[in-house]
């Protein structure tokens, strides 16, 4: 069932698996702030009843990146260009980079477990959205980059956060101060990525990976995935608390006394 396709995004869902497939091939699925709202759009849209999230790139490429045409002075038919959003006010801009933002917050809702299958480029915003999921299964040909340091800019689009939590402060910002590509074997060694296939094996091992996530019991894995998100920000005796309180309603909830 295809719930949205507009904007090169594209939105399906089958029972509990639902795809977001970036679906402008021939731009290497290059991203524009069109794309980043129909994203967030297709987020709002998802069933209650899914339960896995895949997000993949039609073509050769996962994504190349924002759209060199945003640094052009005319910029986006009916969108301000980015040079007309830096002459803009402090609070305006913040707002218009909030709001771009929201494409790529909602892939770690507690409710869902998402996966990136990752082929070819994956640049700048299209590294950071594949950030954004919580595993990326990327095939031998993948090439990561953070280009946007070596444009001036820096990474906006919530990919810092989650570079850091997996390959480290030292390597995320050599990562991104450098812009240089990180190829598969790279990635699967510094923890970016959670396997490594030949890209004709990509959607079956996604597939498989997804099966595999769906055998356990939904709000298992629910409490699970809290328990493990929000870690970092806890002492390791408040995480004794939280496990602690996560099992005490999971074992309610499988005796039958759950609120």
Known sequence: MTLLDKDGVRLTVD???????????????????AMWRALAEAGSLLPGNVRIVILRGEGKSFSAGLDRQAFTPEGFDGEPSFLDLARGADSE????????????????????????????????AGFQLALACDLRVVAEDVQFAMRETSLGLVPDLTGTHPLVGLVGYARALEICATGRFVHAAEAERIGLANLVVPGGELDGAVAD????????PRDAVIETKALLAGAAGRTYEEQRTAER???????????????
């Open 93 to 124: 801009l913040d707002a218009t980079i909030a709001e771009y933002q929201e494409a790529f917050t909602w892939w770690r809702r507690t409710d869902l477990v998402s996966i990136a299958a990752v082929q070819g480029h994956a640049i700048g």
């Open 15 to 33: 029972d509990t698996i639902a795809t977001v497939t970036l679906a402008n091939a021939a731009k290497r699925n290059a991203q524009s702030p």
């Open 209 to 216: 990976l997804a099966s595999a996530l769906l055998a356990s």
């Open 245 to 259: 309180a996560a099992q005490a309603r999971r074992l309610r909830d499988l005796a039958g006394l759950g609120e």
